[in-house]
């Protein structure tokens, strides 16, 4: 009875290792091409309102009641480093 119950679990284990070992060959469809990543990154770059001092965001935050997103990086976020 116990081996019996061991195989059903052995059995579904598989099934699930299986099922993960599918899902990386799905996901790999959605990778983005190179044209949409740079329409993004343009997107991010010319929408959104960049401070080049914490002082003067804060001072925006402070004043429009909204959050400060810190994004500490090294080259350009437009990918010409």
Same mark, same amino acid.
């Given at each position: 009875? *116990? #081996?019996? &119950?061991? &195989?059903?679990?052995?059995?579904?284990? /598989?099934?699930?290792? /299986?099922? =993960? *070992?599918? $899902?990386?060959?799905?996901?790999?469809?959605?990778? =983005?091409?190179?044209?949409?990543?740079?329409? &993004?990154?343009? #997107? /991010?770059?010319? @929408?959104? @309102? +960049?401070? %080049?001092? /914490?002082? %003067?965001?804060?001072?925006?935050? $402070? &004043?429009?009641?909204? =959050?400060?997103? +810190?994004?500490?990086? *090294?080259?350009?976020?437009?990918?010409? $480093?």
């Amino acid at each position: 009875m *116990l #081996q019996k &119950r061991f &195989r059903q679990i052995s059995s579904q284990i /598989l099934v699930v290792m /299986l099922a =993960l *070992l599918a $899902t990386p060959a799905q996901a790999a469809k959605q990778v =983005l091409s190179g044209e949409v990543c740079s329409a &993004r990154v343009h #997107q /991010l770059v010319s @929408e959104v @309102e +960049w401070y %080049k001092s /914490l002082n %003067k965001a804060q001072a925006e935050a $402070t &004043r429009s009641g909204k =959050l400060i997103v +810190w994004v500490h990086m *090294l080259g350009k976020i437009d990918g010409s $480093t």
